[in-house]
């Protein structure tokens, strides 16, 4: 069984510059998060679909963070404009729902610095 | 706020011998799920073992197991004959609505 596919898997930007993300979830799986995770700290919950619904997005810097799942399979997140903390690994997940038990299932991450 | 606390940043331990990761939590409900994760280098977190908060019996995975304490919000990782392949972060977490994690301890397994 395929895992969860992240592309590119590093970019370095200047700030200020636009940056985008893609994800494929595993197949079947109606859920999809996006973590940022900064070094040194654990993964935060940036924005959580059910399908191509949004369930939480409470901590998305909305300003300059977008993100999307238009045919609830693969998902696109956008930062624009960068900044410098925005330098992190983002990491796309996926599970078979959105019960709190379900099994969450980790891609590689992108790595993203931002100069 | 509702947070995952992981005391000790860095750990290490000899091949072959047992490790405990420490974990407490924090939350206002009564069913709820607890995660170990674990983060190698290449940075994909995998999970290690679960647990169901309304089970009293603590969850097992061949060499890894937990100490679930309800009333003290403890969730502990034992790790048992350790392997070089087990160097890696290791993140607790705790799921309600939404999956929080601590901030990891980094377990380095010496040869």
């Known amino acids: 069984e395929a895992g969860v596919a992240q592309s590119p898997r590093y970019k370095i930007i200047e700030k200020r510059q636009s940056v985008a993300f893609w994800c494929n979830p595993i197949?079947?799986?109606?859920?999809l998060y996006w973590y940022q995770q900064i070094l040194g700290q654990g993964p935060k919950l940036l924005i959580q679909f059910q399908n191509n619904g949004v369930v939480d997005d409470s901590q998305l810097p909305k300003d300059r963070f977008s993100a999307e799942r238009l045919k609830g399979v693969d998902s696109t997140l956008k930062i624009q404009p960068a900044k410098l903390e925005d330098s992190a690994v983002y990491l796309c997940?996926?599970?078979?729902?959105?019960?709190?038990?379900?099994?969450?299932?980790f891609g590689e991450g992108s790595w993203l610095t931002v100069v | 706020a509702q947070t995952v606390t992981q005391s000790q940043p860095e750990m290490s331990v000899q091949e072959a011998e047992t490790v405990t990761l420490s974990c407490t939590y924090d939350?206002?409900?009564?069913?709820?799920?607890l995660f170990w994760y674990k983060q190698p280098p290449s940075r994909q977190m995998i999970l290690v073992i679960r647990q169901e908060a309304y089970k009293q019996q603590n969850a097992t995975e061949n060499r890894f197991s937990v100490n679930f304490q309800k009333a003290a919000k403890s969730f502990s990782l034992k790790i048992s004959d350790s392997q070089l392949g087990d160097t890696a972060m290791y993140f607790c977490a705790r799921a309600t609505n939404k999956l929080i994690f601590g901030t990891g301890t980094l377990l380095a397994v010496q040869p």
């Open positions: 939350t206002s409900e009564s069913n709820y799920y």
């Open positions: 197949s079947g799986h109606a859920t």
């Open positions: 997940a996926s599970s078979s729902g959105a019960d709190s038990g379900n099994t969450i299932y």
